[in-house]
């Protein structure tokens, strides 16, 4: 080893970096301090857009996080594994406004309003052509999800009592949705992309309703949760993964066309561009300084209580803690302002 390579070997091996790092030069360094997180989500664009958003732009690199992404089936599934130690951050629809009402989790980010992204499908073939049909009938869904939520807003909005006059099946959203193309089942509350699904393999499939049909009124609201124990020990890391997310959510509001391209070729290959298209506009995404006005005047913190209070309704939680003690807006006002 001599001149000025060794001695450059001498150093880095000084830093604690390895032969491997010095012969891809400097950036290196900056692995070795990166921060892993771990991050539980649901696979529907109106959570996980900005995450790939960030990802193609390279914002969460650029914060130093590594960030793991572990899909998961359903908001019960992932919060199970937050709470289990697994998982420090999730992503999620309605469920954001479950498990920290009781305690368990800190809100911080806001993703989207899910304003069409729940559906609401019968098999007429079966003779379901309306709400009246549904009377006594079967219908799947993933109980204490989006569509849940979106599902008993729309019979308590058509007469229907979802506690008597249909029974309400908990299966998780793939399980759901074969069924009902099975001819198991004759309607199932989903939310996109599984209608491709739907629409794809039953023809005597119809529509009902949409959640838009009871906006804004009883907006569902998704987005990003922390531990409680990564929340408290960590608020750099946090202030960081706000800092990548505002990139990556105003790249997904400038320049839709192009980040929906990105997203389609590398994370929903199976959906085709226009139907992601048609999916994102079913949720509204907001620029950061639209959200940072809805975290200031309170209208999120009444939406997120509009969704505990449906957990109550159906005895999921009792005397939920108020969104202003388990929704963090701090963290965005403070990196953006209004």
């Known amino acids: 080893m001599s001149g000025k390579f060794g001695k450059r070997r001498l150093l880095l091996k000084a830093l604690g970096i390895g032969a491997a790092s010095a012969a891809v030069g400097m950036p290196g360094i900056s692995r070795a301090q990166s921060t892993k997180v771990r991050v539980g989500y649901i696979h529907t664009v109106a959570v996980d857009g900005q995450i790939w958003a960030g990802e193609h732009i390279g914002s969460w690199k650029k914060e130093g996080l590594d960030m793991e992404f572990i899909k998961f089936d359903s908001g019960l599934a992932v919060f199970q594994a937050m709470v289990g130690g697994s998982i420090d951050l999730v992503a999620v629809g309605a469920y954001a406004a479950n498990f920290p009402a009781n305690g368990q989790g800190k809100v911080f980010l806001i993703n989207s309003i899910e304003y069409a992204t729940a559906q609401l499908w019968v098999r007429t073939d079966q003779g379901v052509k309306s709400f009246a049909d549904l009377k006594g009938k079967k219908i799947s869904t ?196 209004t």
């Open 142 to 337: 993933a109980i204490g999800s989006t569509a849940d939520v979106f599902l008993r807003t729309a019979l308590k909005a058509n007469g229907l009592n979802p506690n008597k006059d249909v029974e309400i099946i908990n299966q998780r959203m793939p399980d759901a949705v074969s069924g009902f193309i099975a001819g198991a089942i004759p309607a199932v509350a989903l939310w996109v992309p599984f209608n491709l699904a739907v629409a794809k393999n039953v023809p005597a499939a119809k529509m009902l309703v949409d959640a838009s049909a009871y906006y804004p009124k009883s907006a569902i609201i998704g987005g990003w949760v922390a531990s409680n124990d990564f929340y408290a020990r960590h608020p750099d890391v946090m202030k960081r993964v706000v800092r990548a997310w505002i990139a990556a959510n105003d790249y997904l509001v400038s320049k839709p066309d192009e980040a929906l391209a990105a997203i389609q070729s590398k994370h929903y290959p199976e959906v085709p561009l226009d139907s992601l298209k048609s999916m994102y506009k079913a949720a509204k995404v907001f620029p950061s300084g639209e959200w940072a006005k809805l975290y200031k005047d309170g209208t999120v913190d009444r939406w997120l209580n509009q969704v505990s209070n449906f957990y109550v309704e159906i005895d999921a939680i009792k005397n939920p803690l108020p969104a202003e003690k388990y929704f963090d807006s701090k963290l965005l006002l403070g990196l953006v302002g």
